[in-house]
């Protein structure tokens, strides 16, 4: 079983930062890759970014240049670095891992980011 927790959400003004984390826990086998992915009220869940084992990454568009994610494998943590935020990133966001090349993922309960304009 693979635990995850997020924490660092809040509210903030457009324009301001935010940096969540997601600590993971329980089974250290298999590489995990892992991910955010946010749901706002009324719309689908969307992935925000992902990184494999290797630190390659990948971004929604909307995101591009303003958020960074990255990992500490040492610390089973996860990170993502929201800068120049705006209300549309307004959302509930969720950590995700999976064994790379796998479908099957685990979530943590989420964290809620609002951003006021």
């Known amino acids: 079983q693979v635990q995850l927790v997020e924490s660092g959400g809040g509210s903030v003004q457009a324009g301001g930062s935010l940096r969540l984390s997601c600590a993971r826990s329980?089974?250290?086998?298999?590489?995990?890759?892992m991910g955010w992915f946010r749901q706002a009220p009324g719309k689908e869940r969307e992935g925000v970014a992902n990184?494999?084992?290797?630190?390659?990454?990948s971004y929604l568009d909307s995101v591009k240049g303003r958020f960074t994610i990255s990992r500490d494998n040492a610390k089973m943590t996860l990170y993502l670095q929201m800068n120049s935020l705006k209300s549309d990133d307004t959302a509930m966001y969720y950590c995700?891992?999976?064994?790379?090349?796998?479908?099957?993922?685990?979530w943590g309960l989420g964290t809620q980011v609002t951003v006021s304009s």
């Open positions: 329980g089974s250290t086998y298999g590489e995990f890759c």
């Open positions: 990184i494999d084992l290797y630190g390659m990454t």
């Open positions: 995700a891992a999976w064994v790379c090349g796998t479908e099957k993922k685990y």
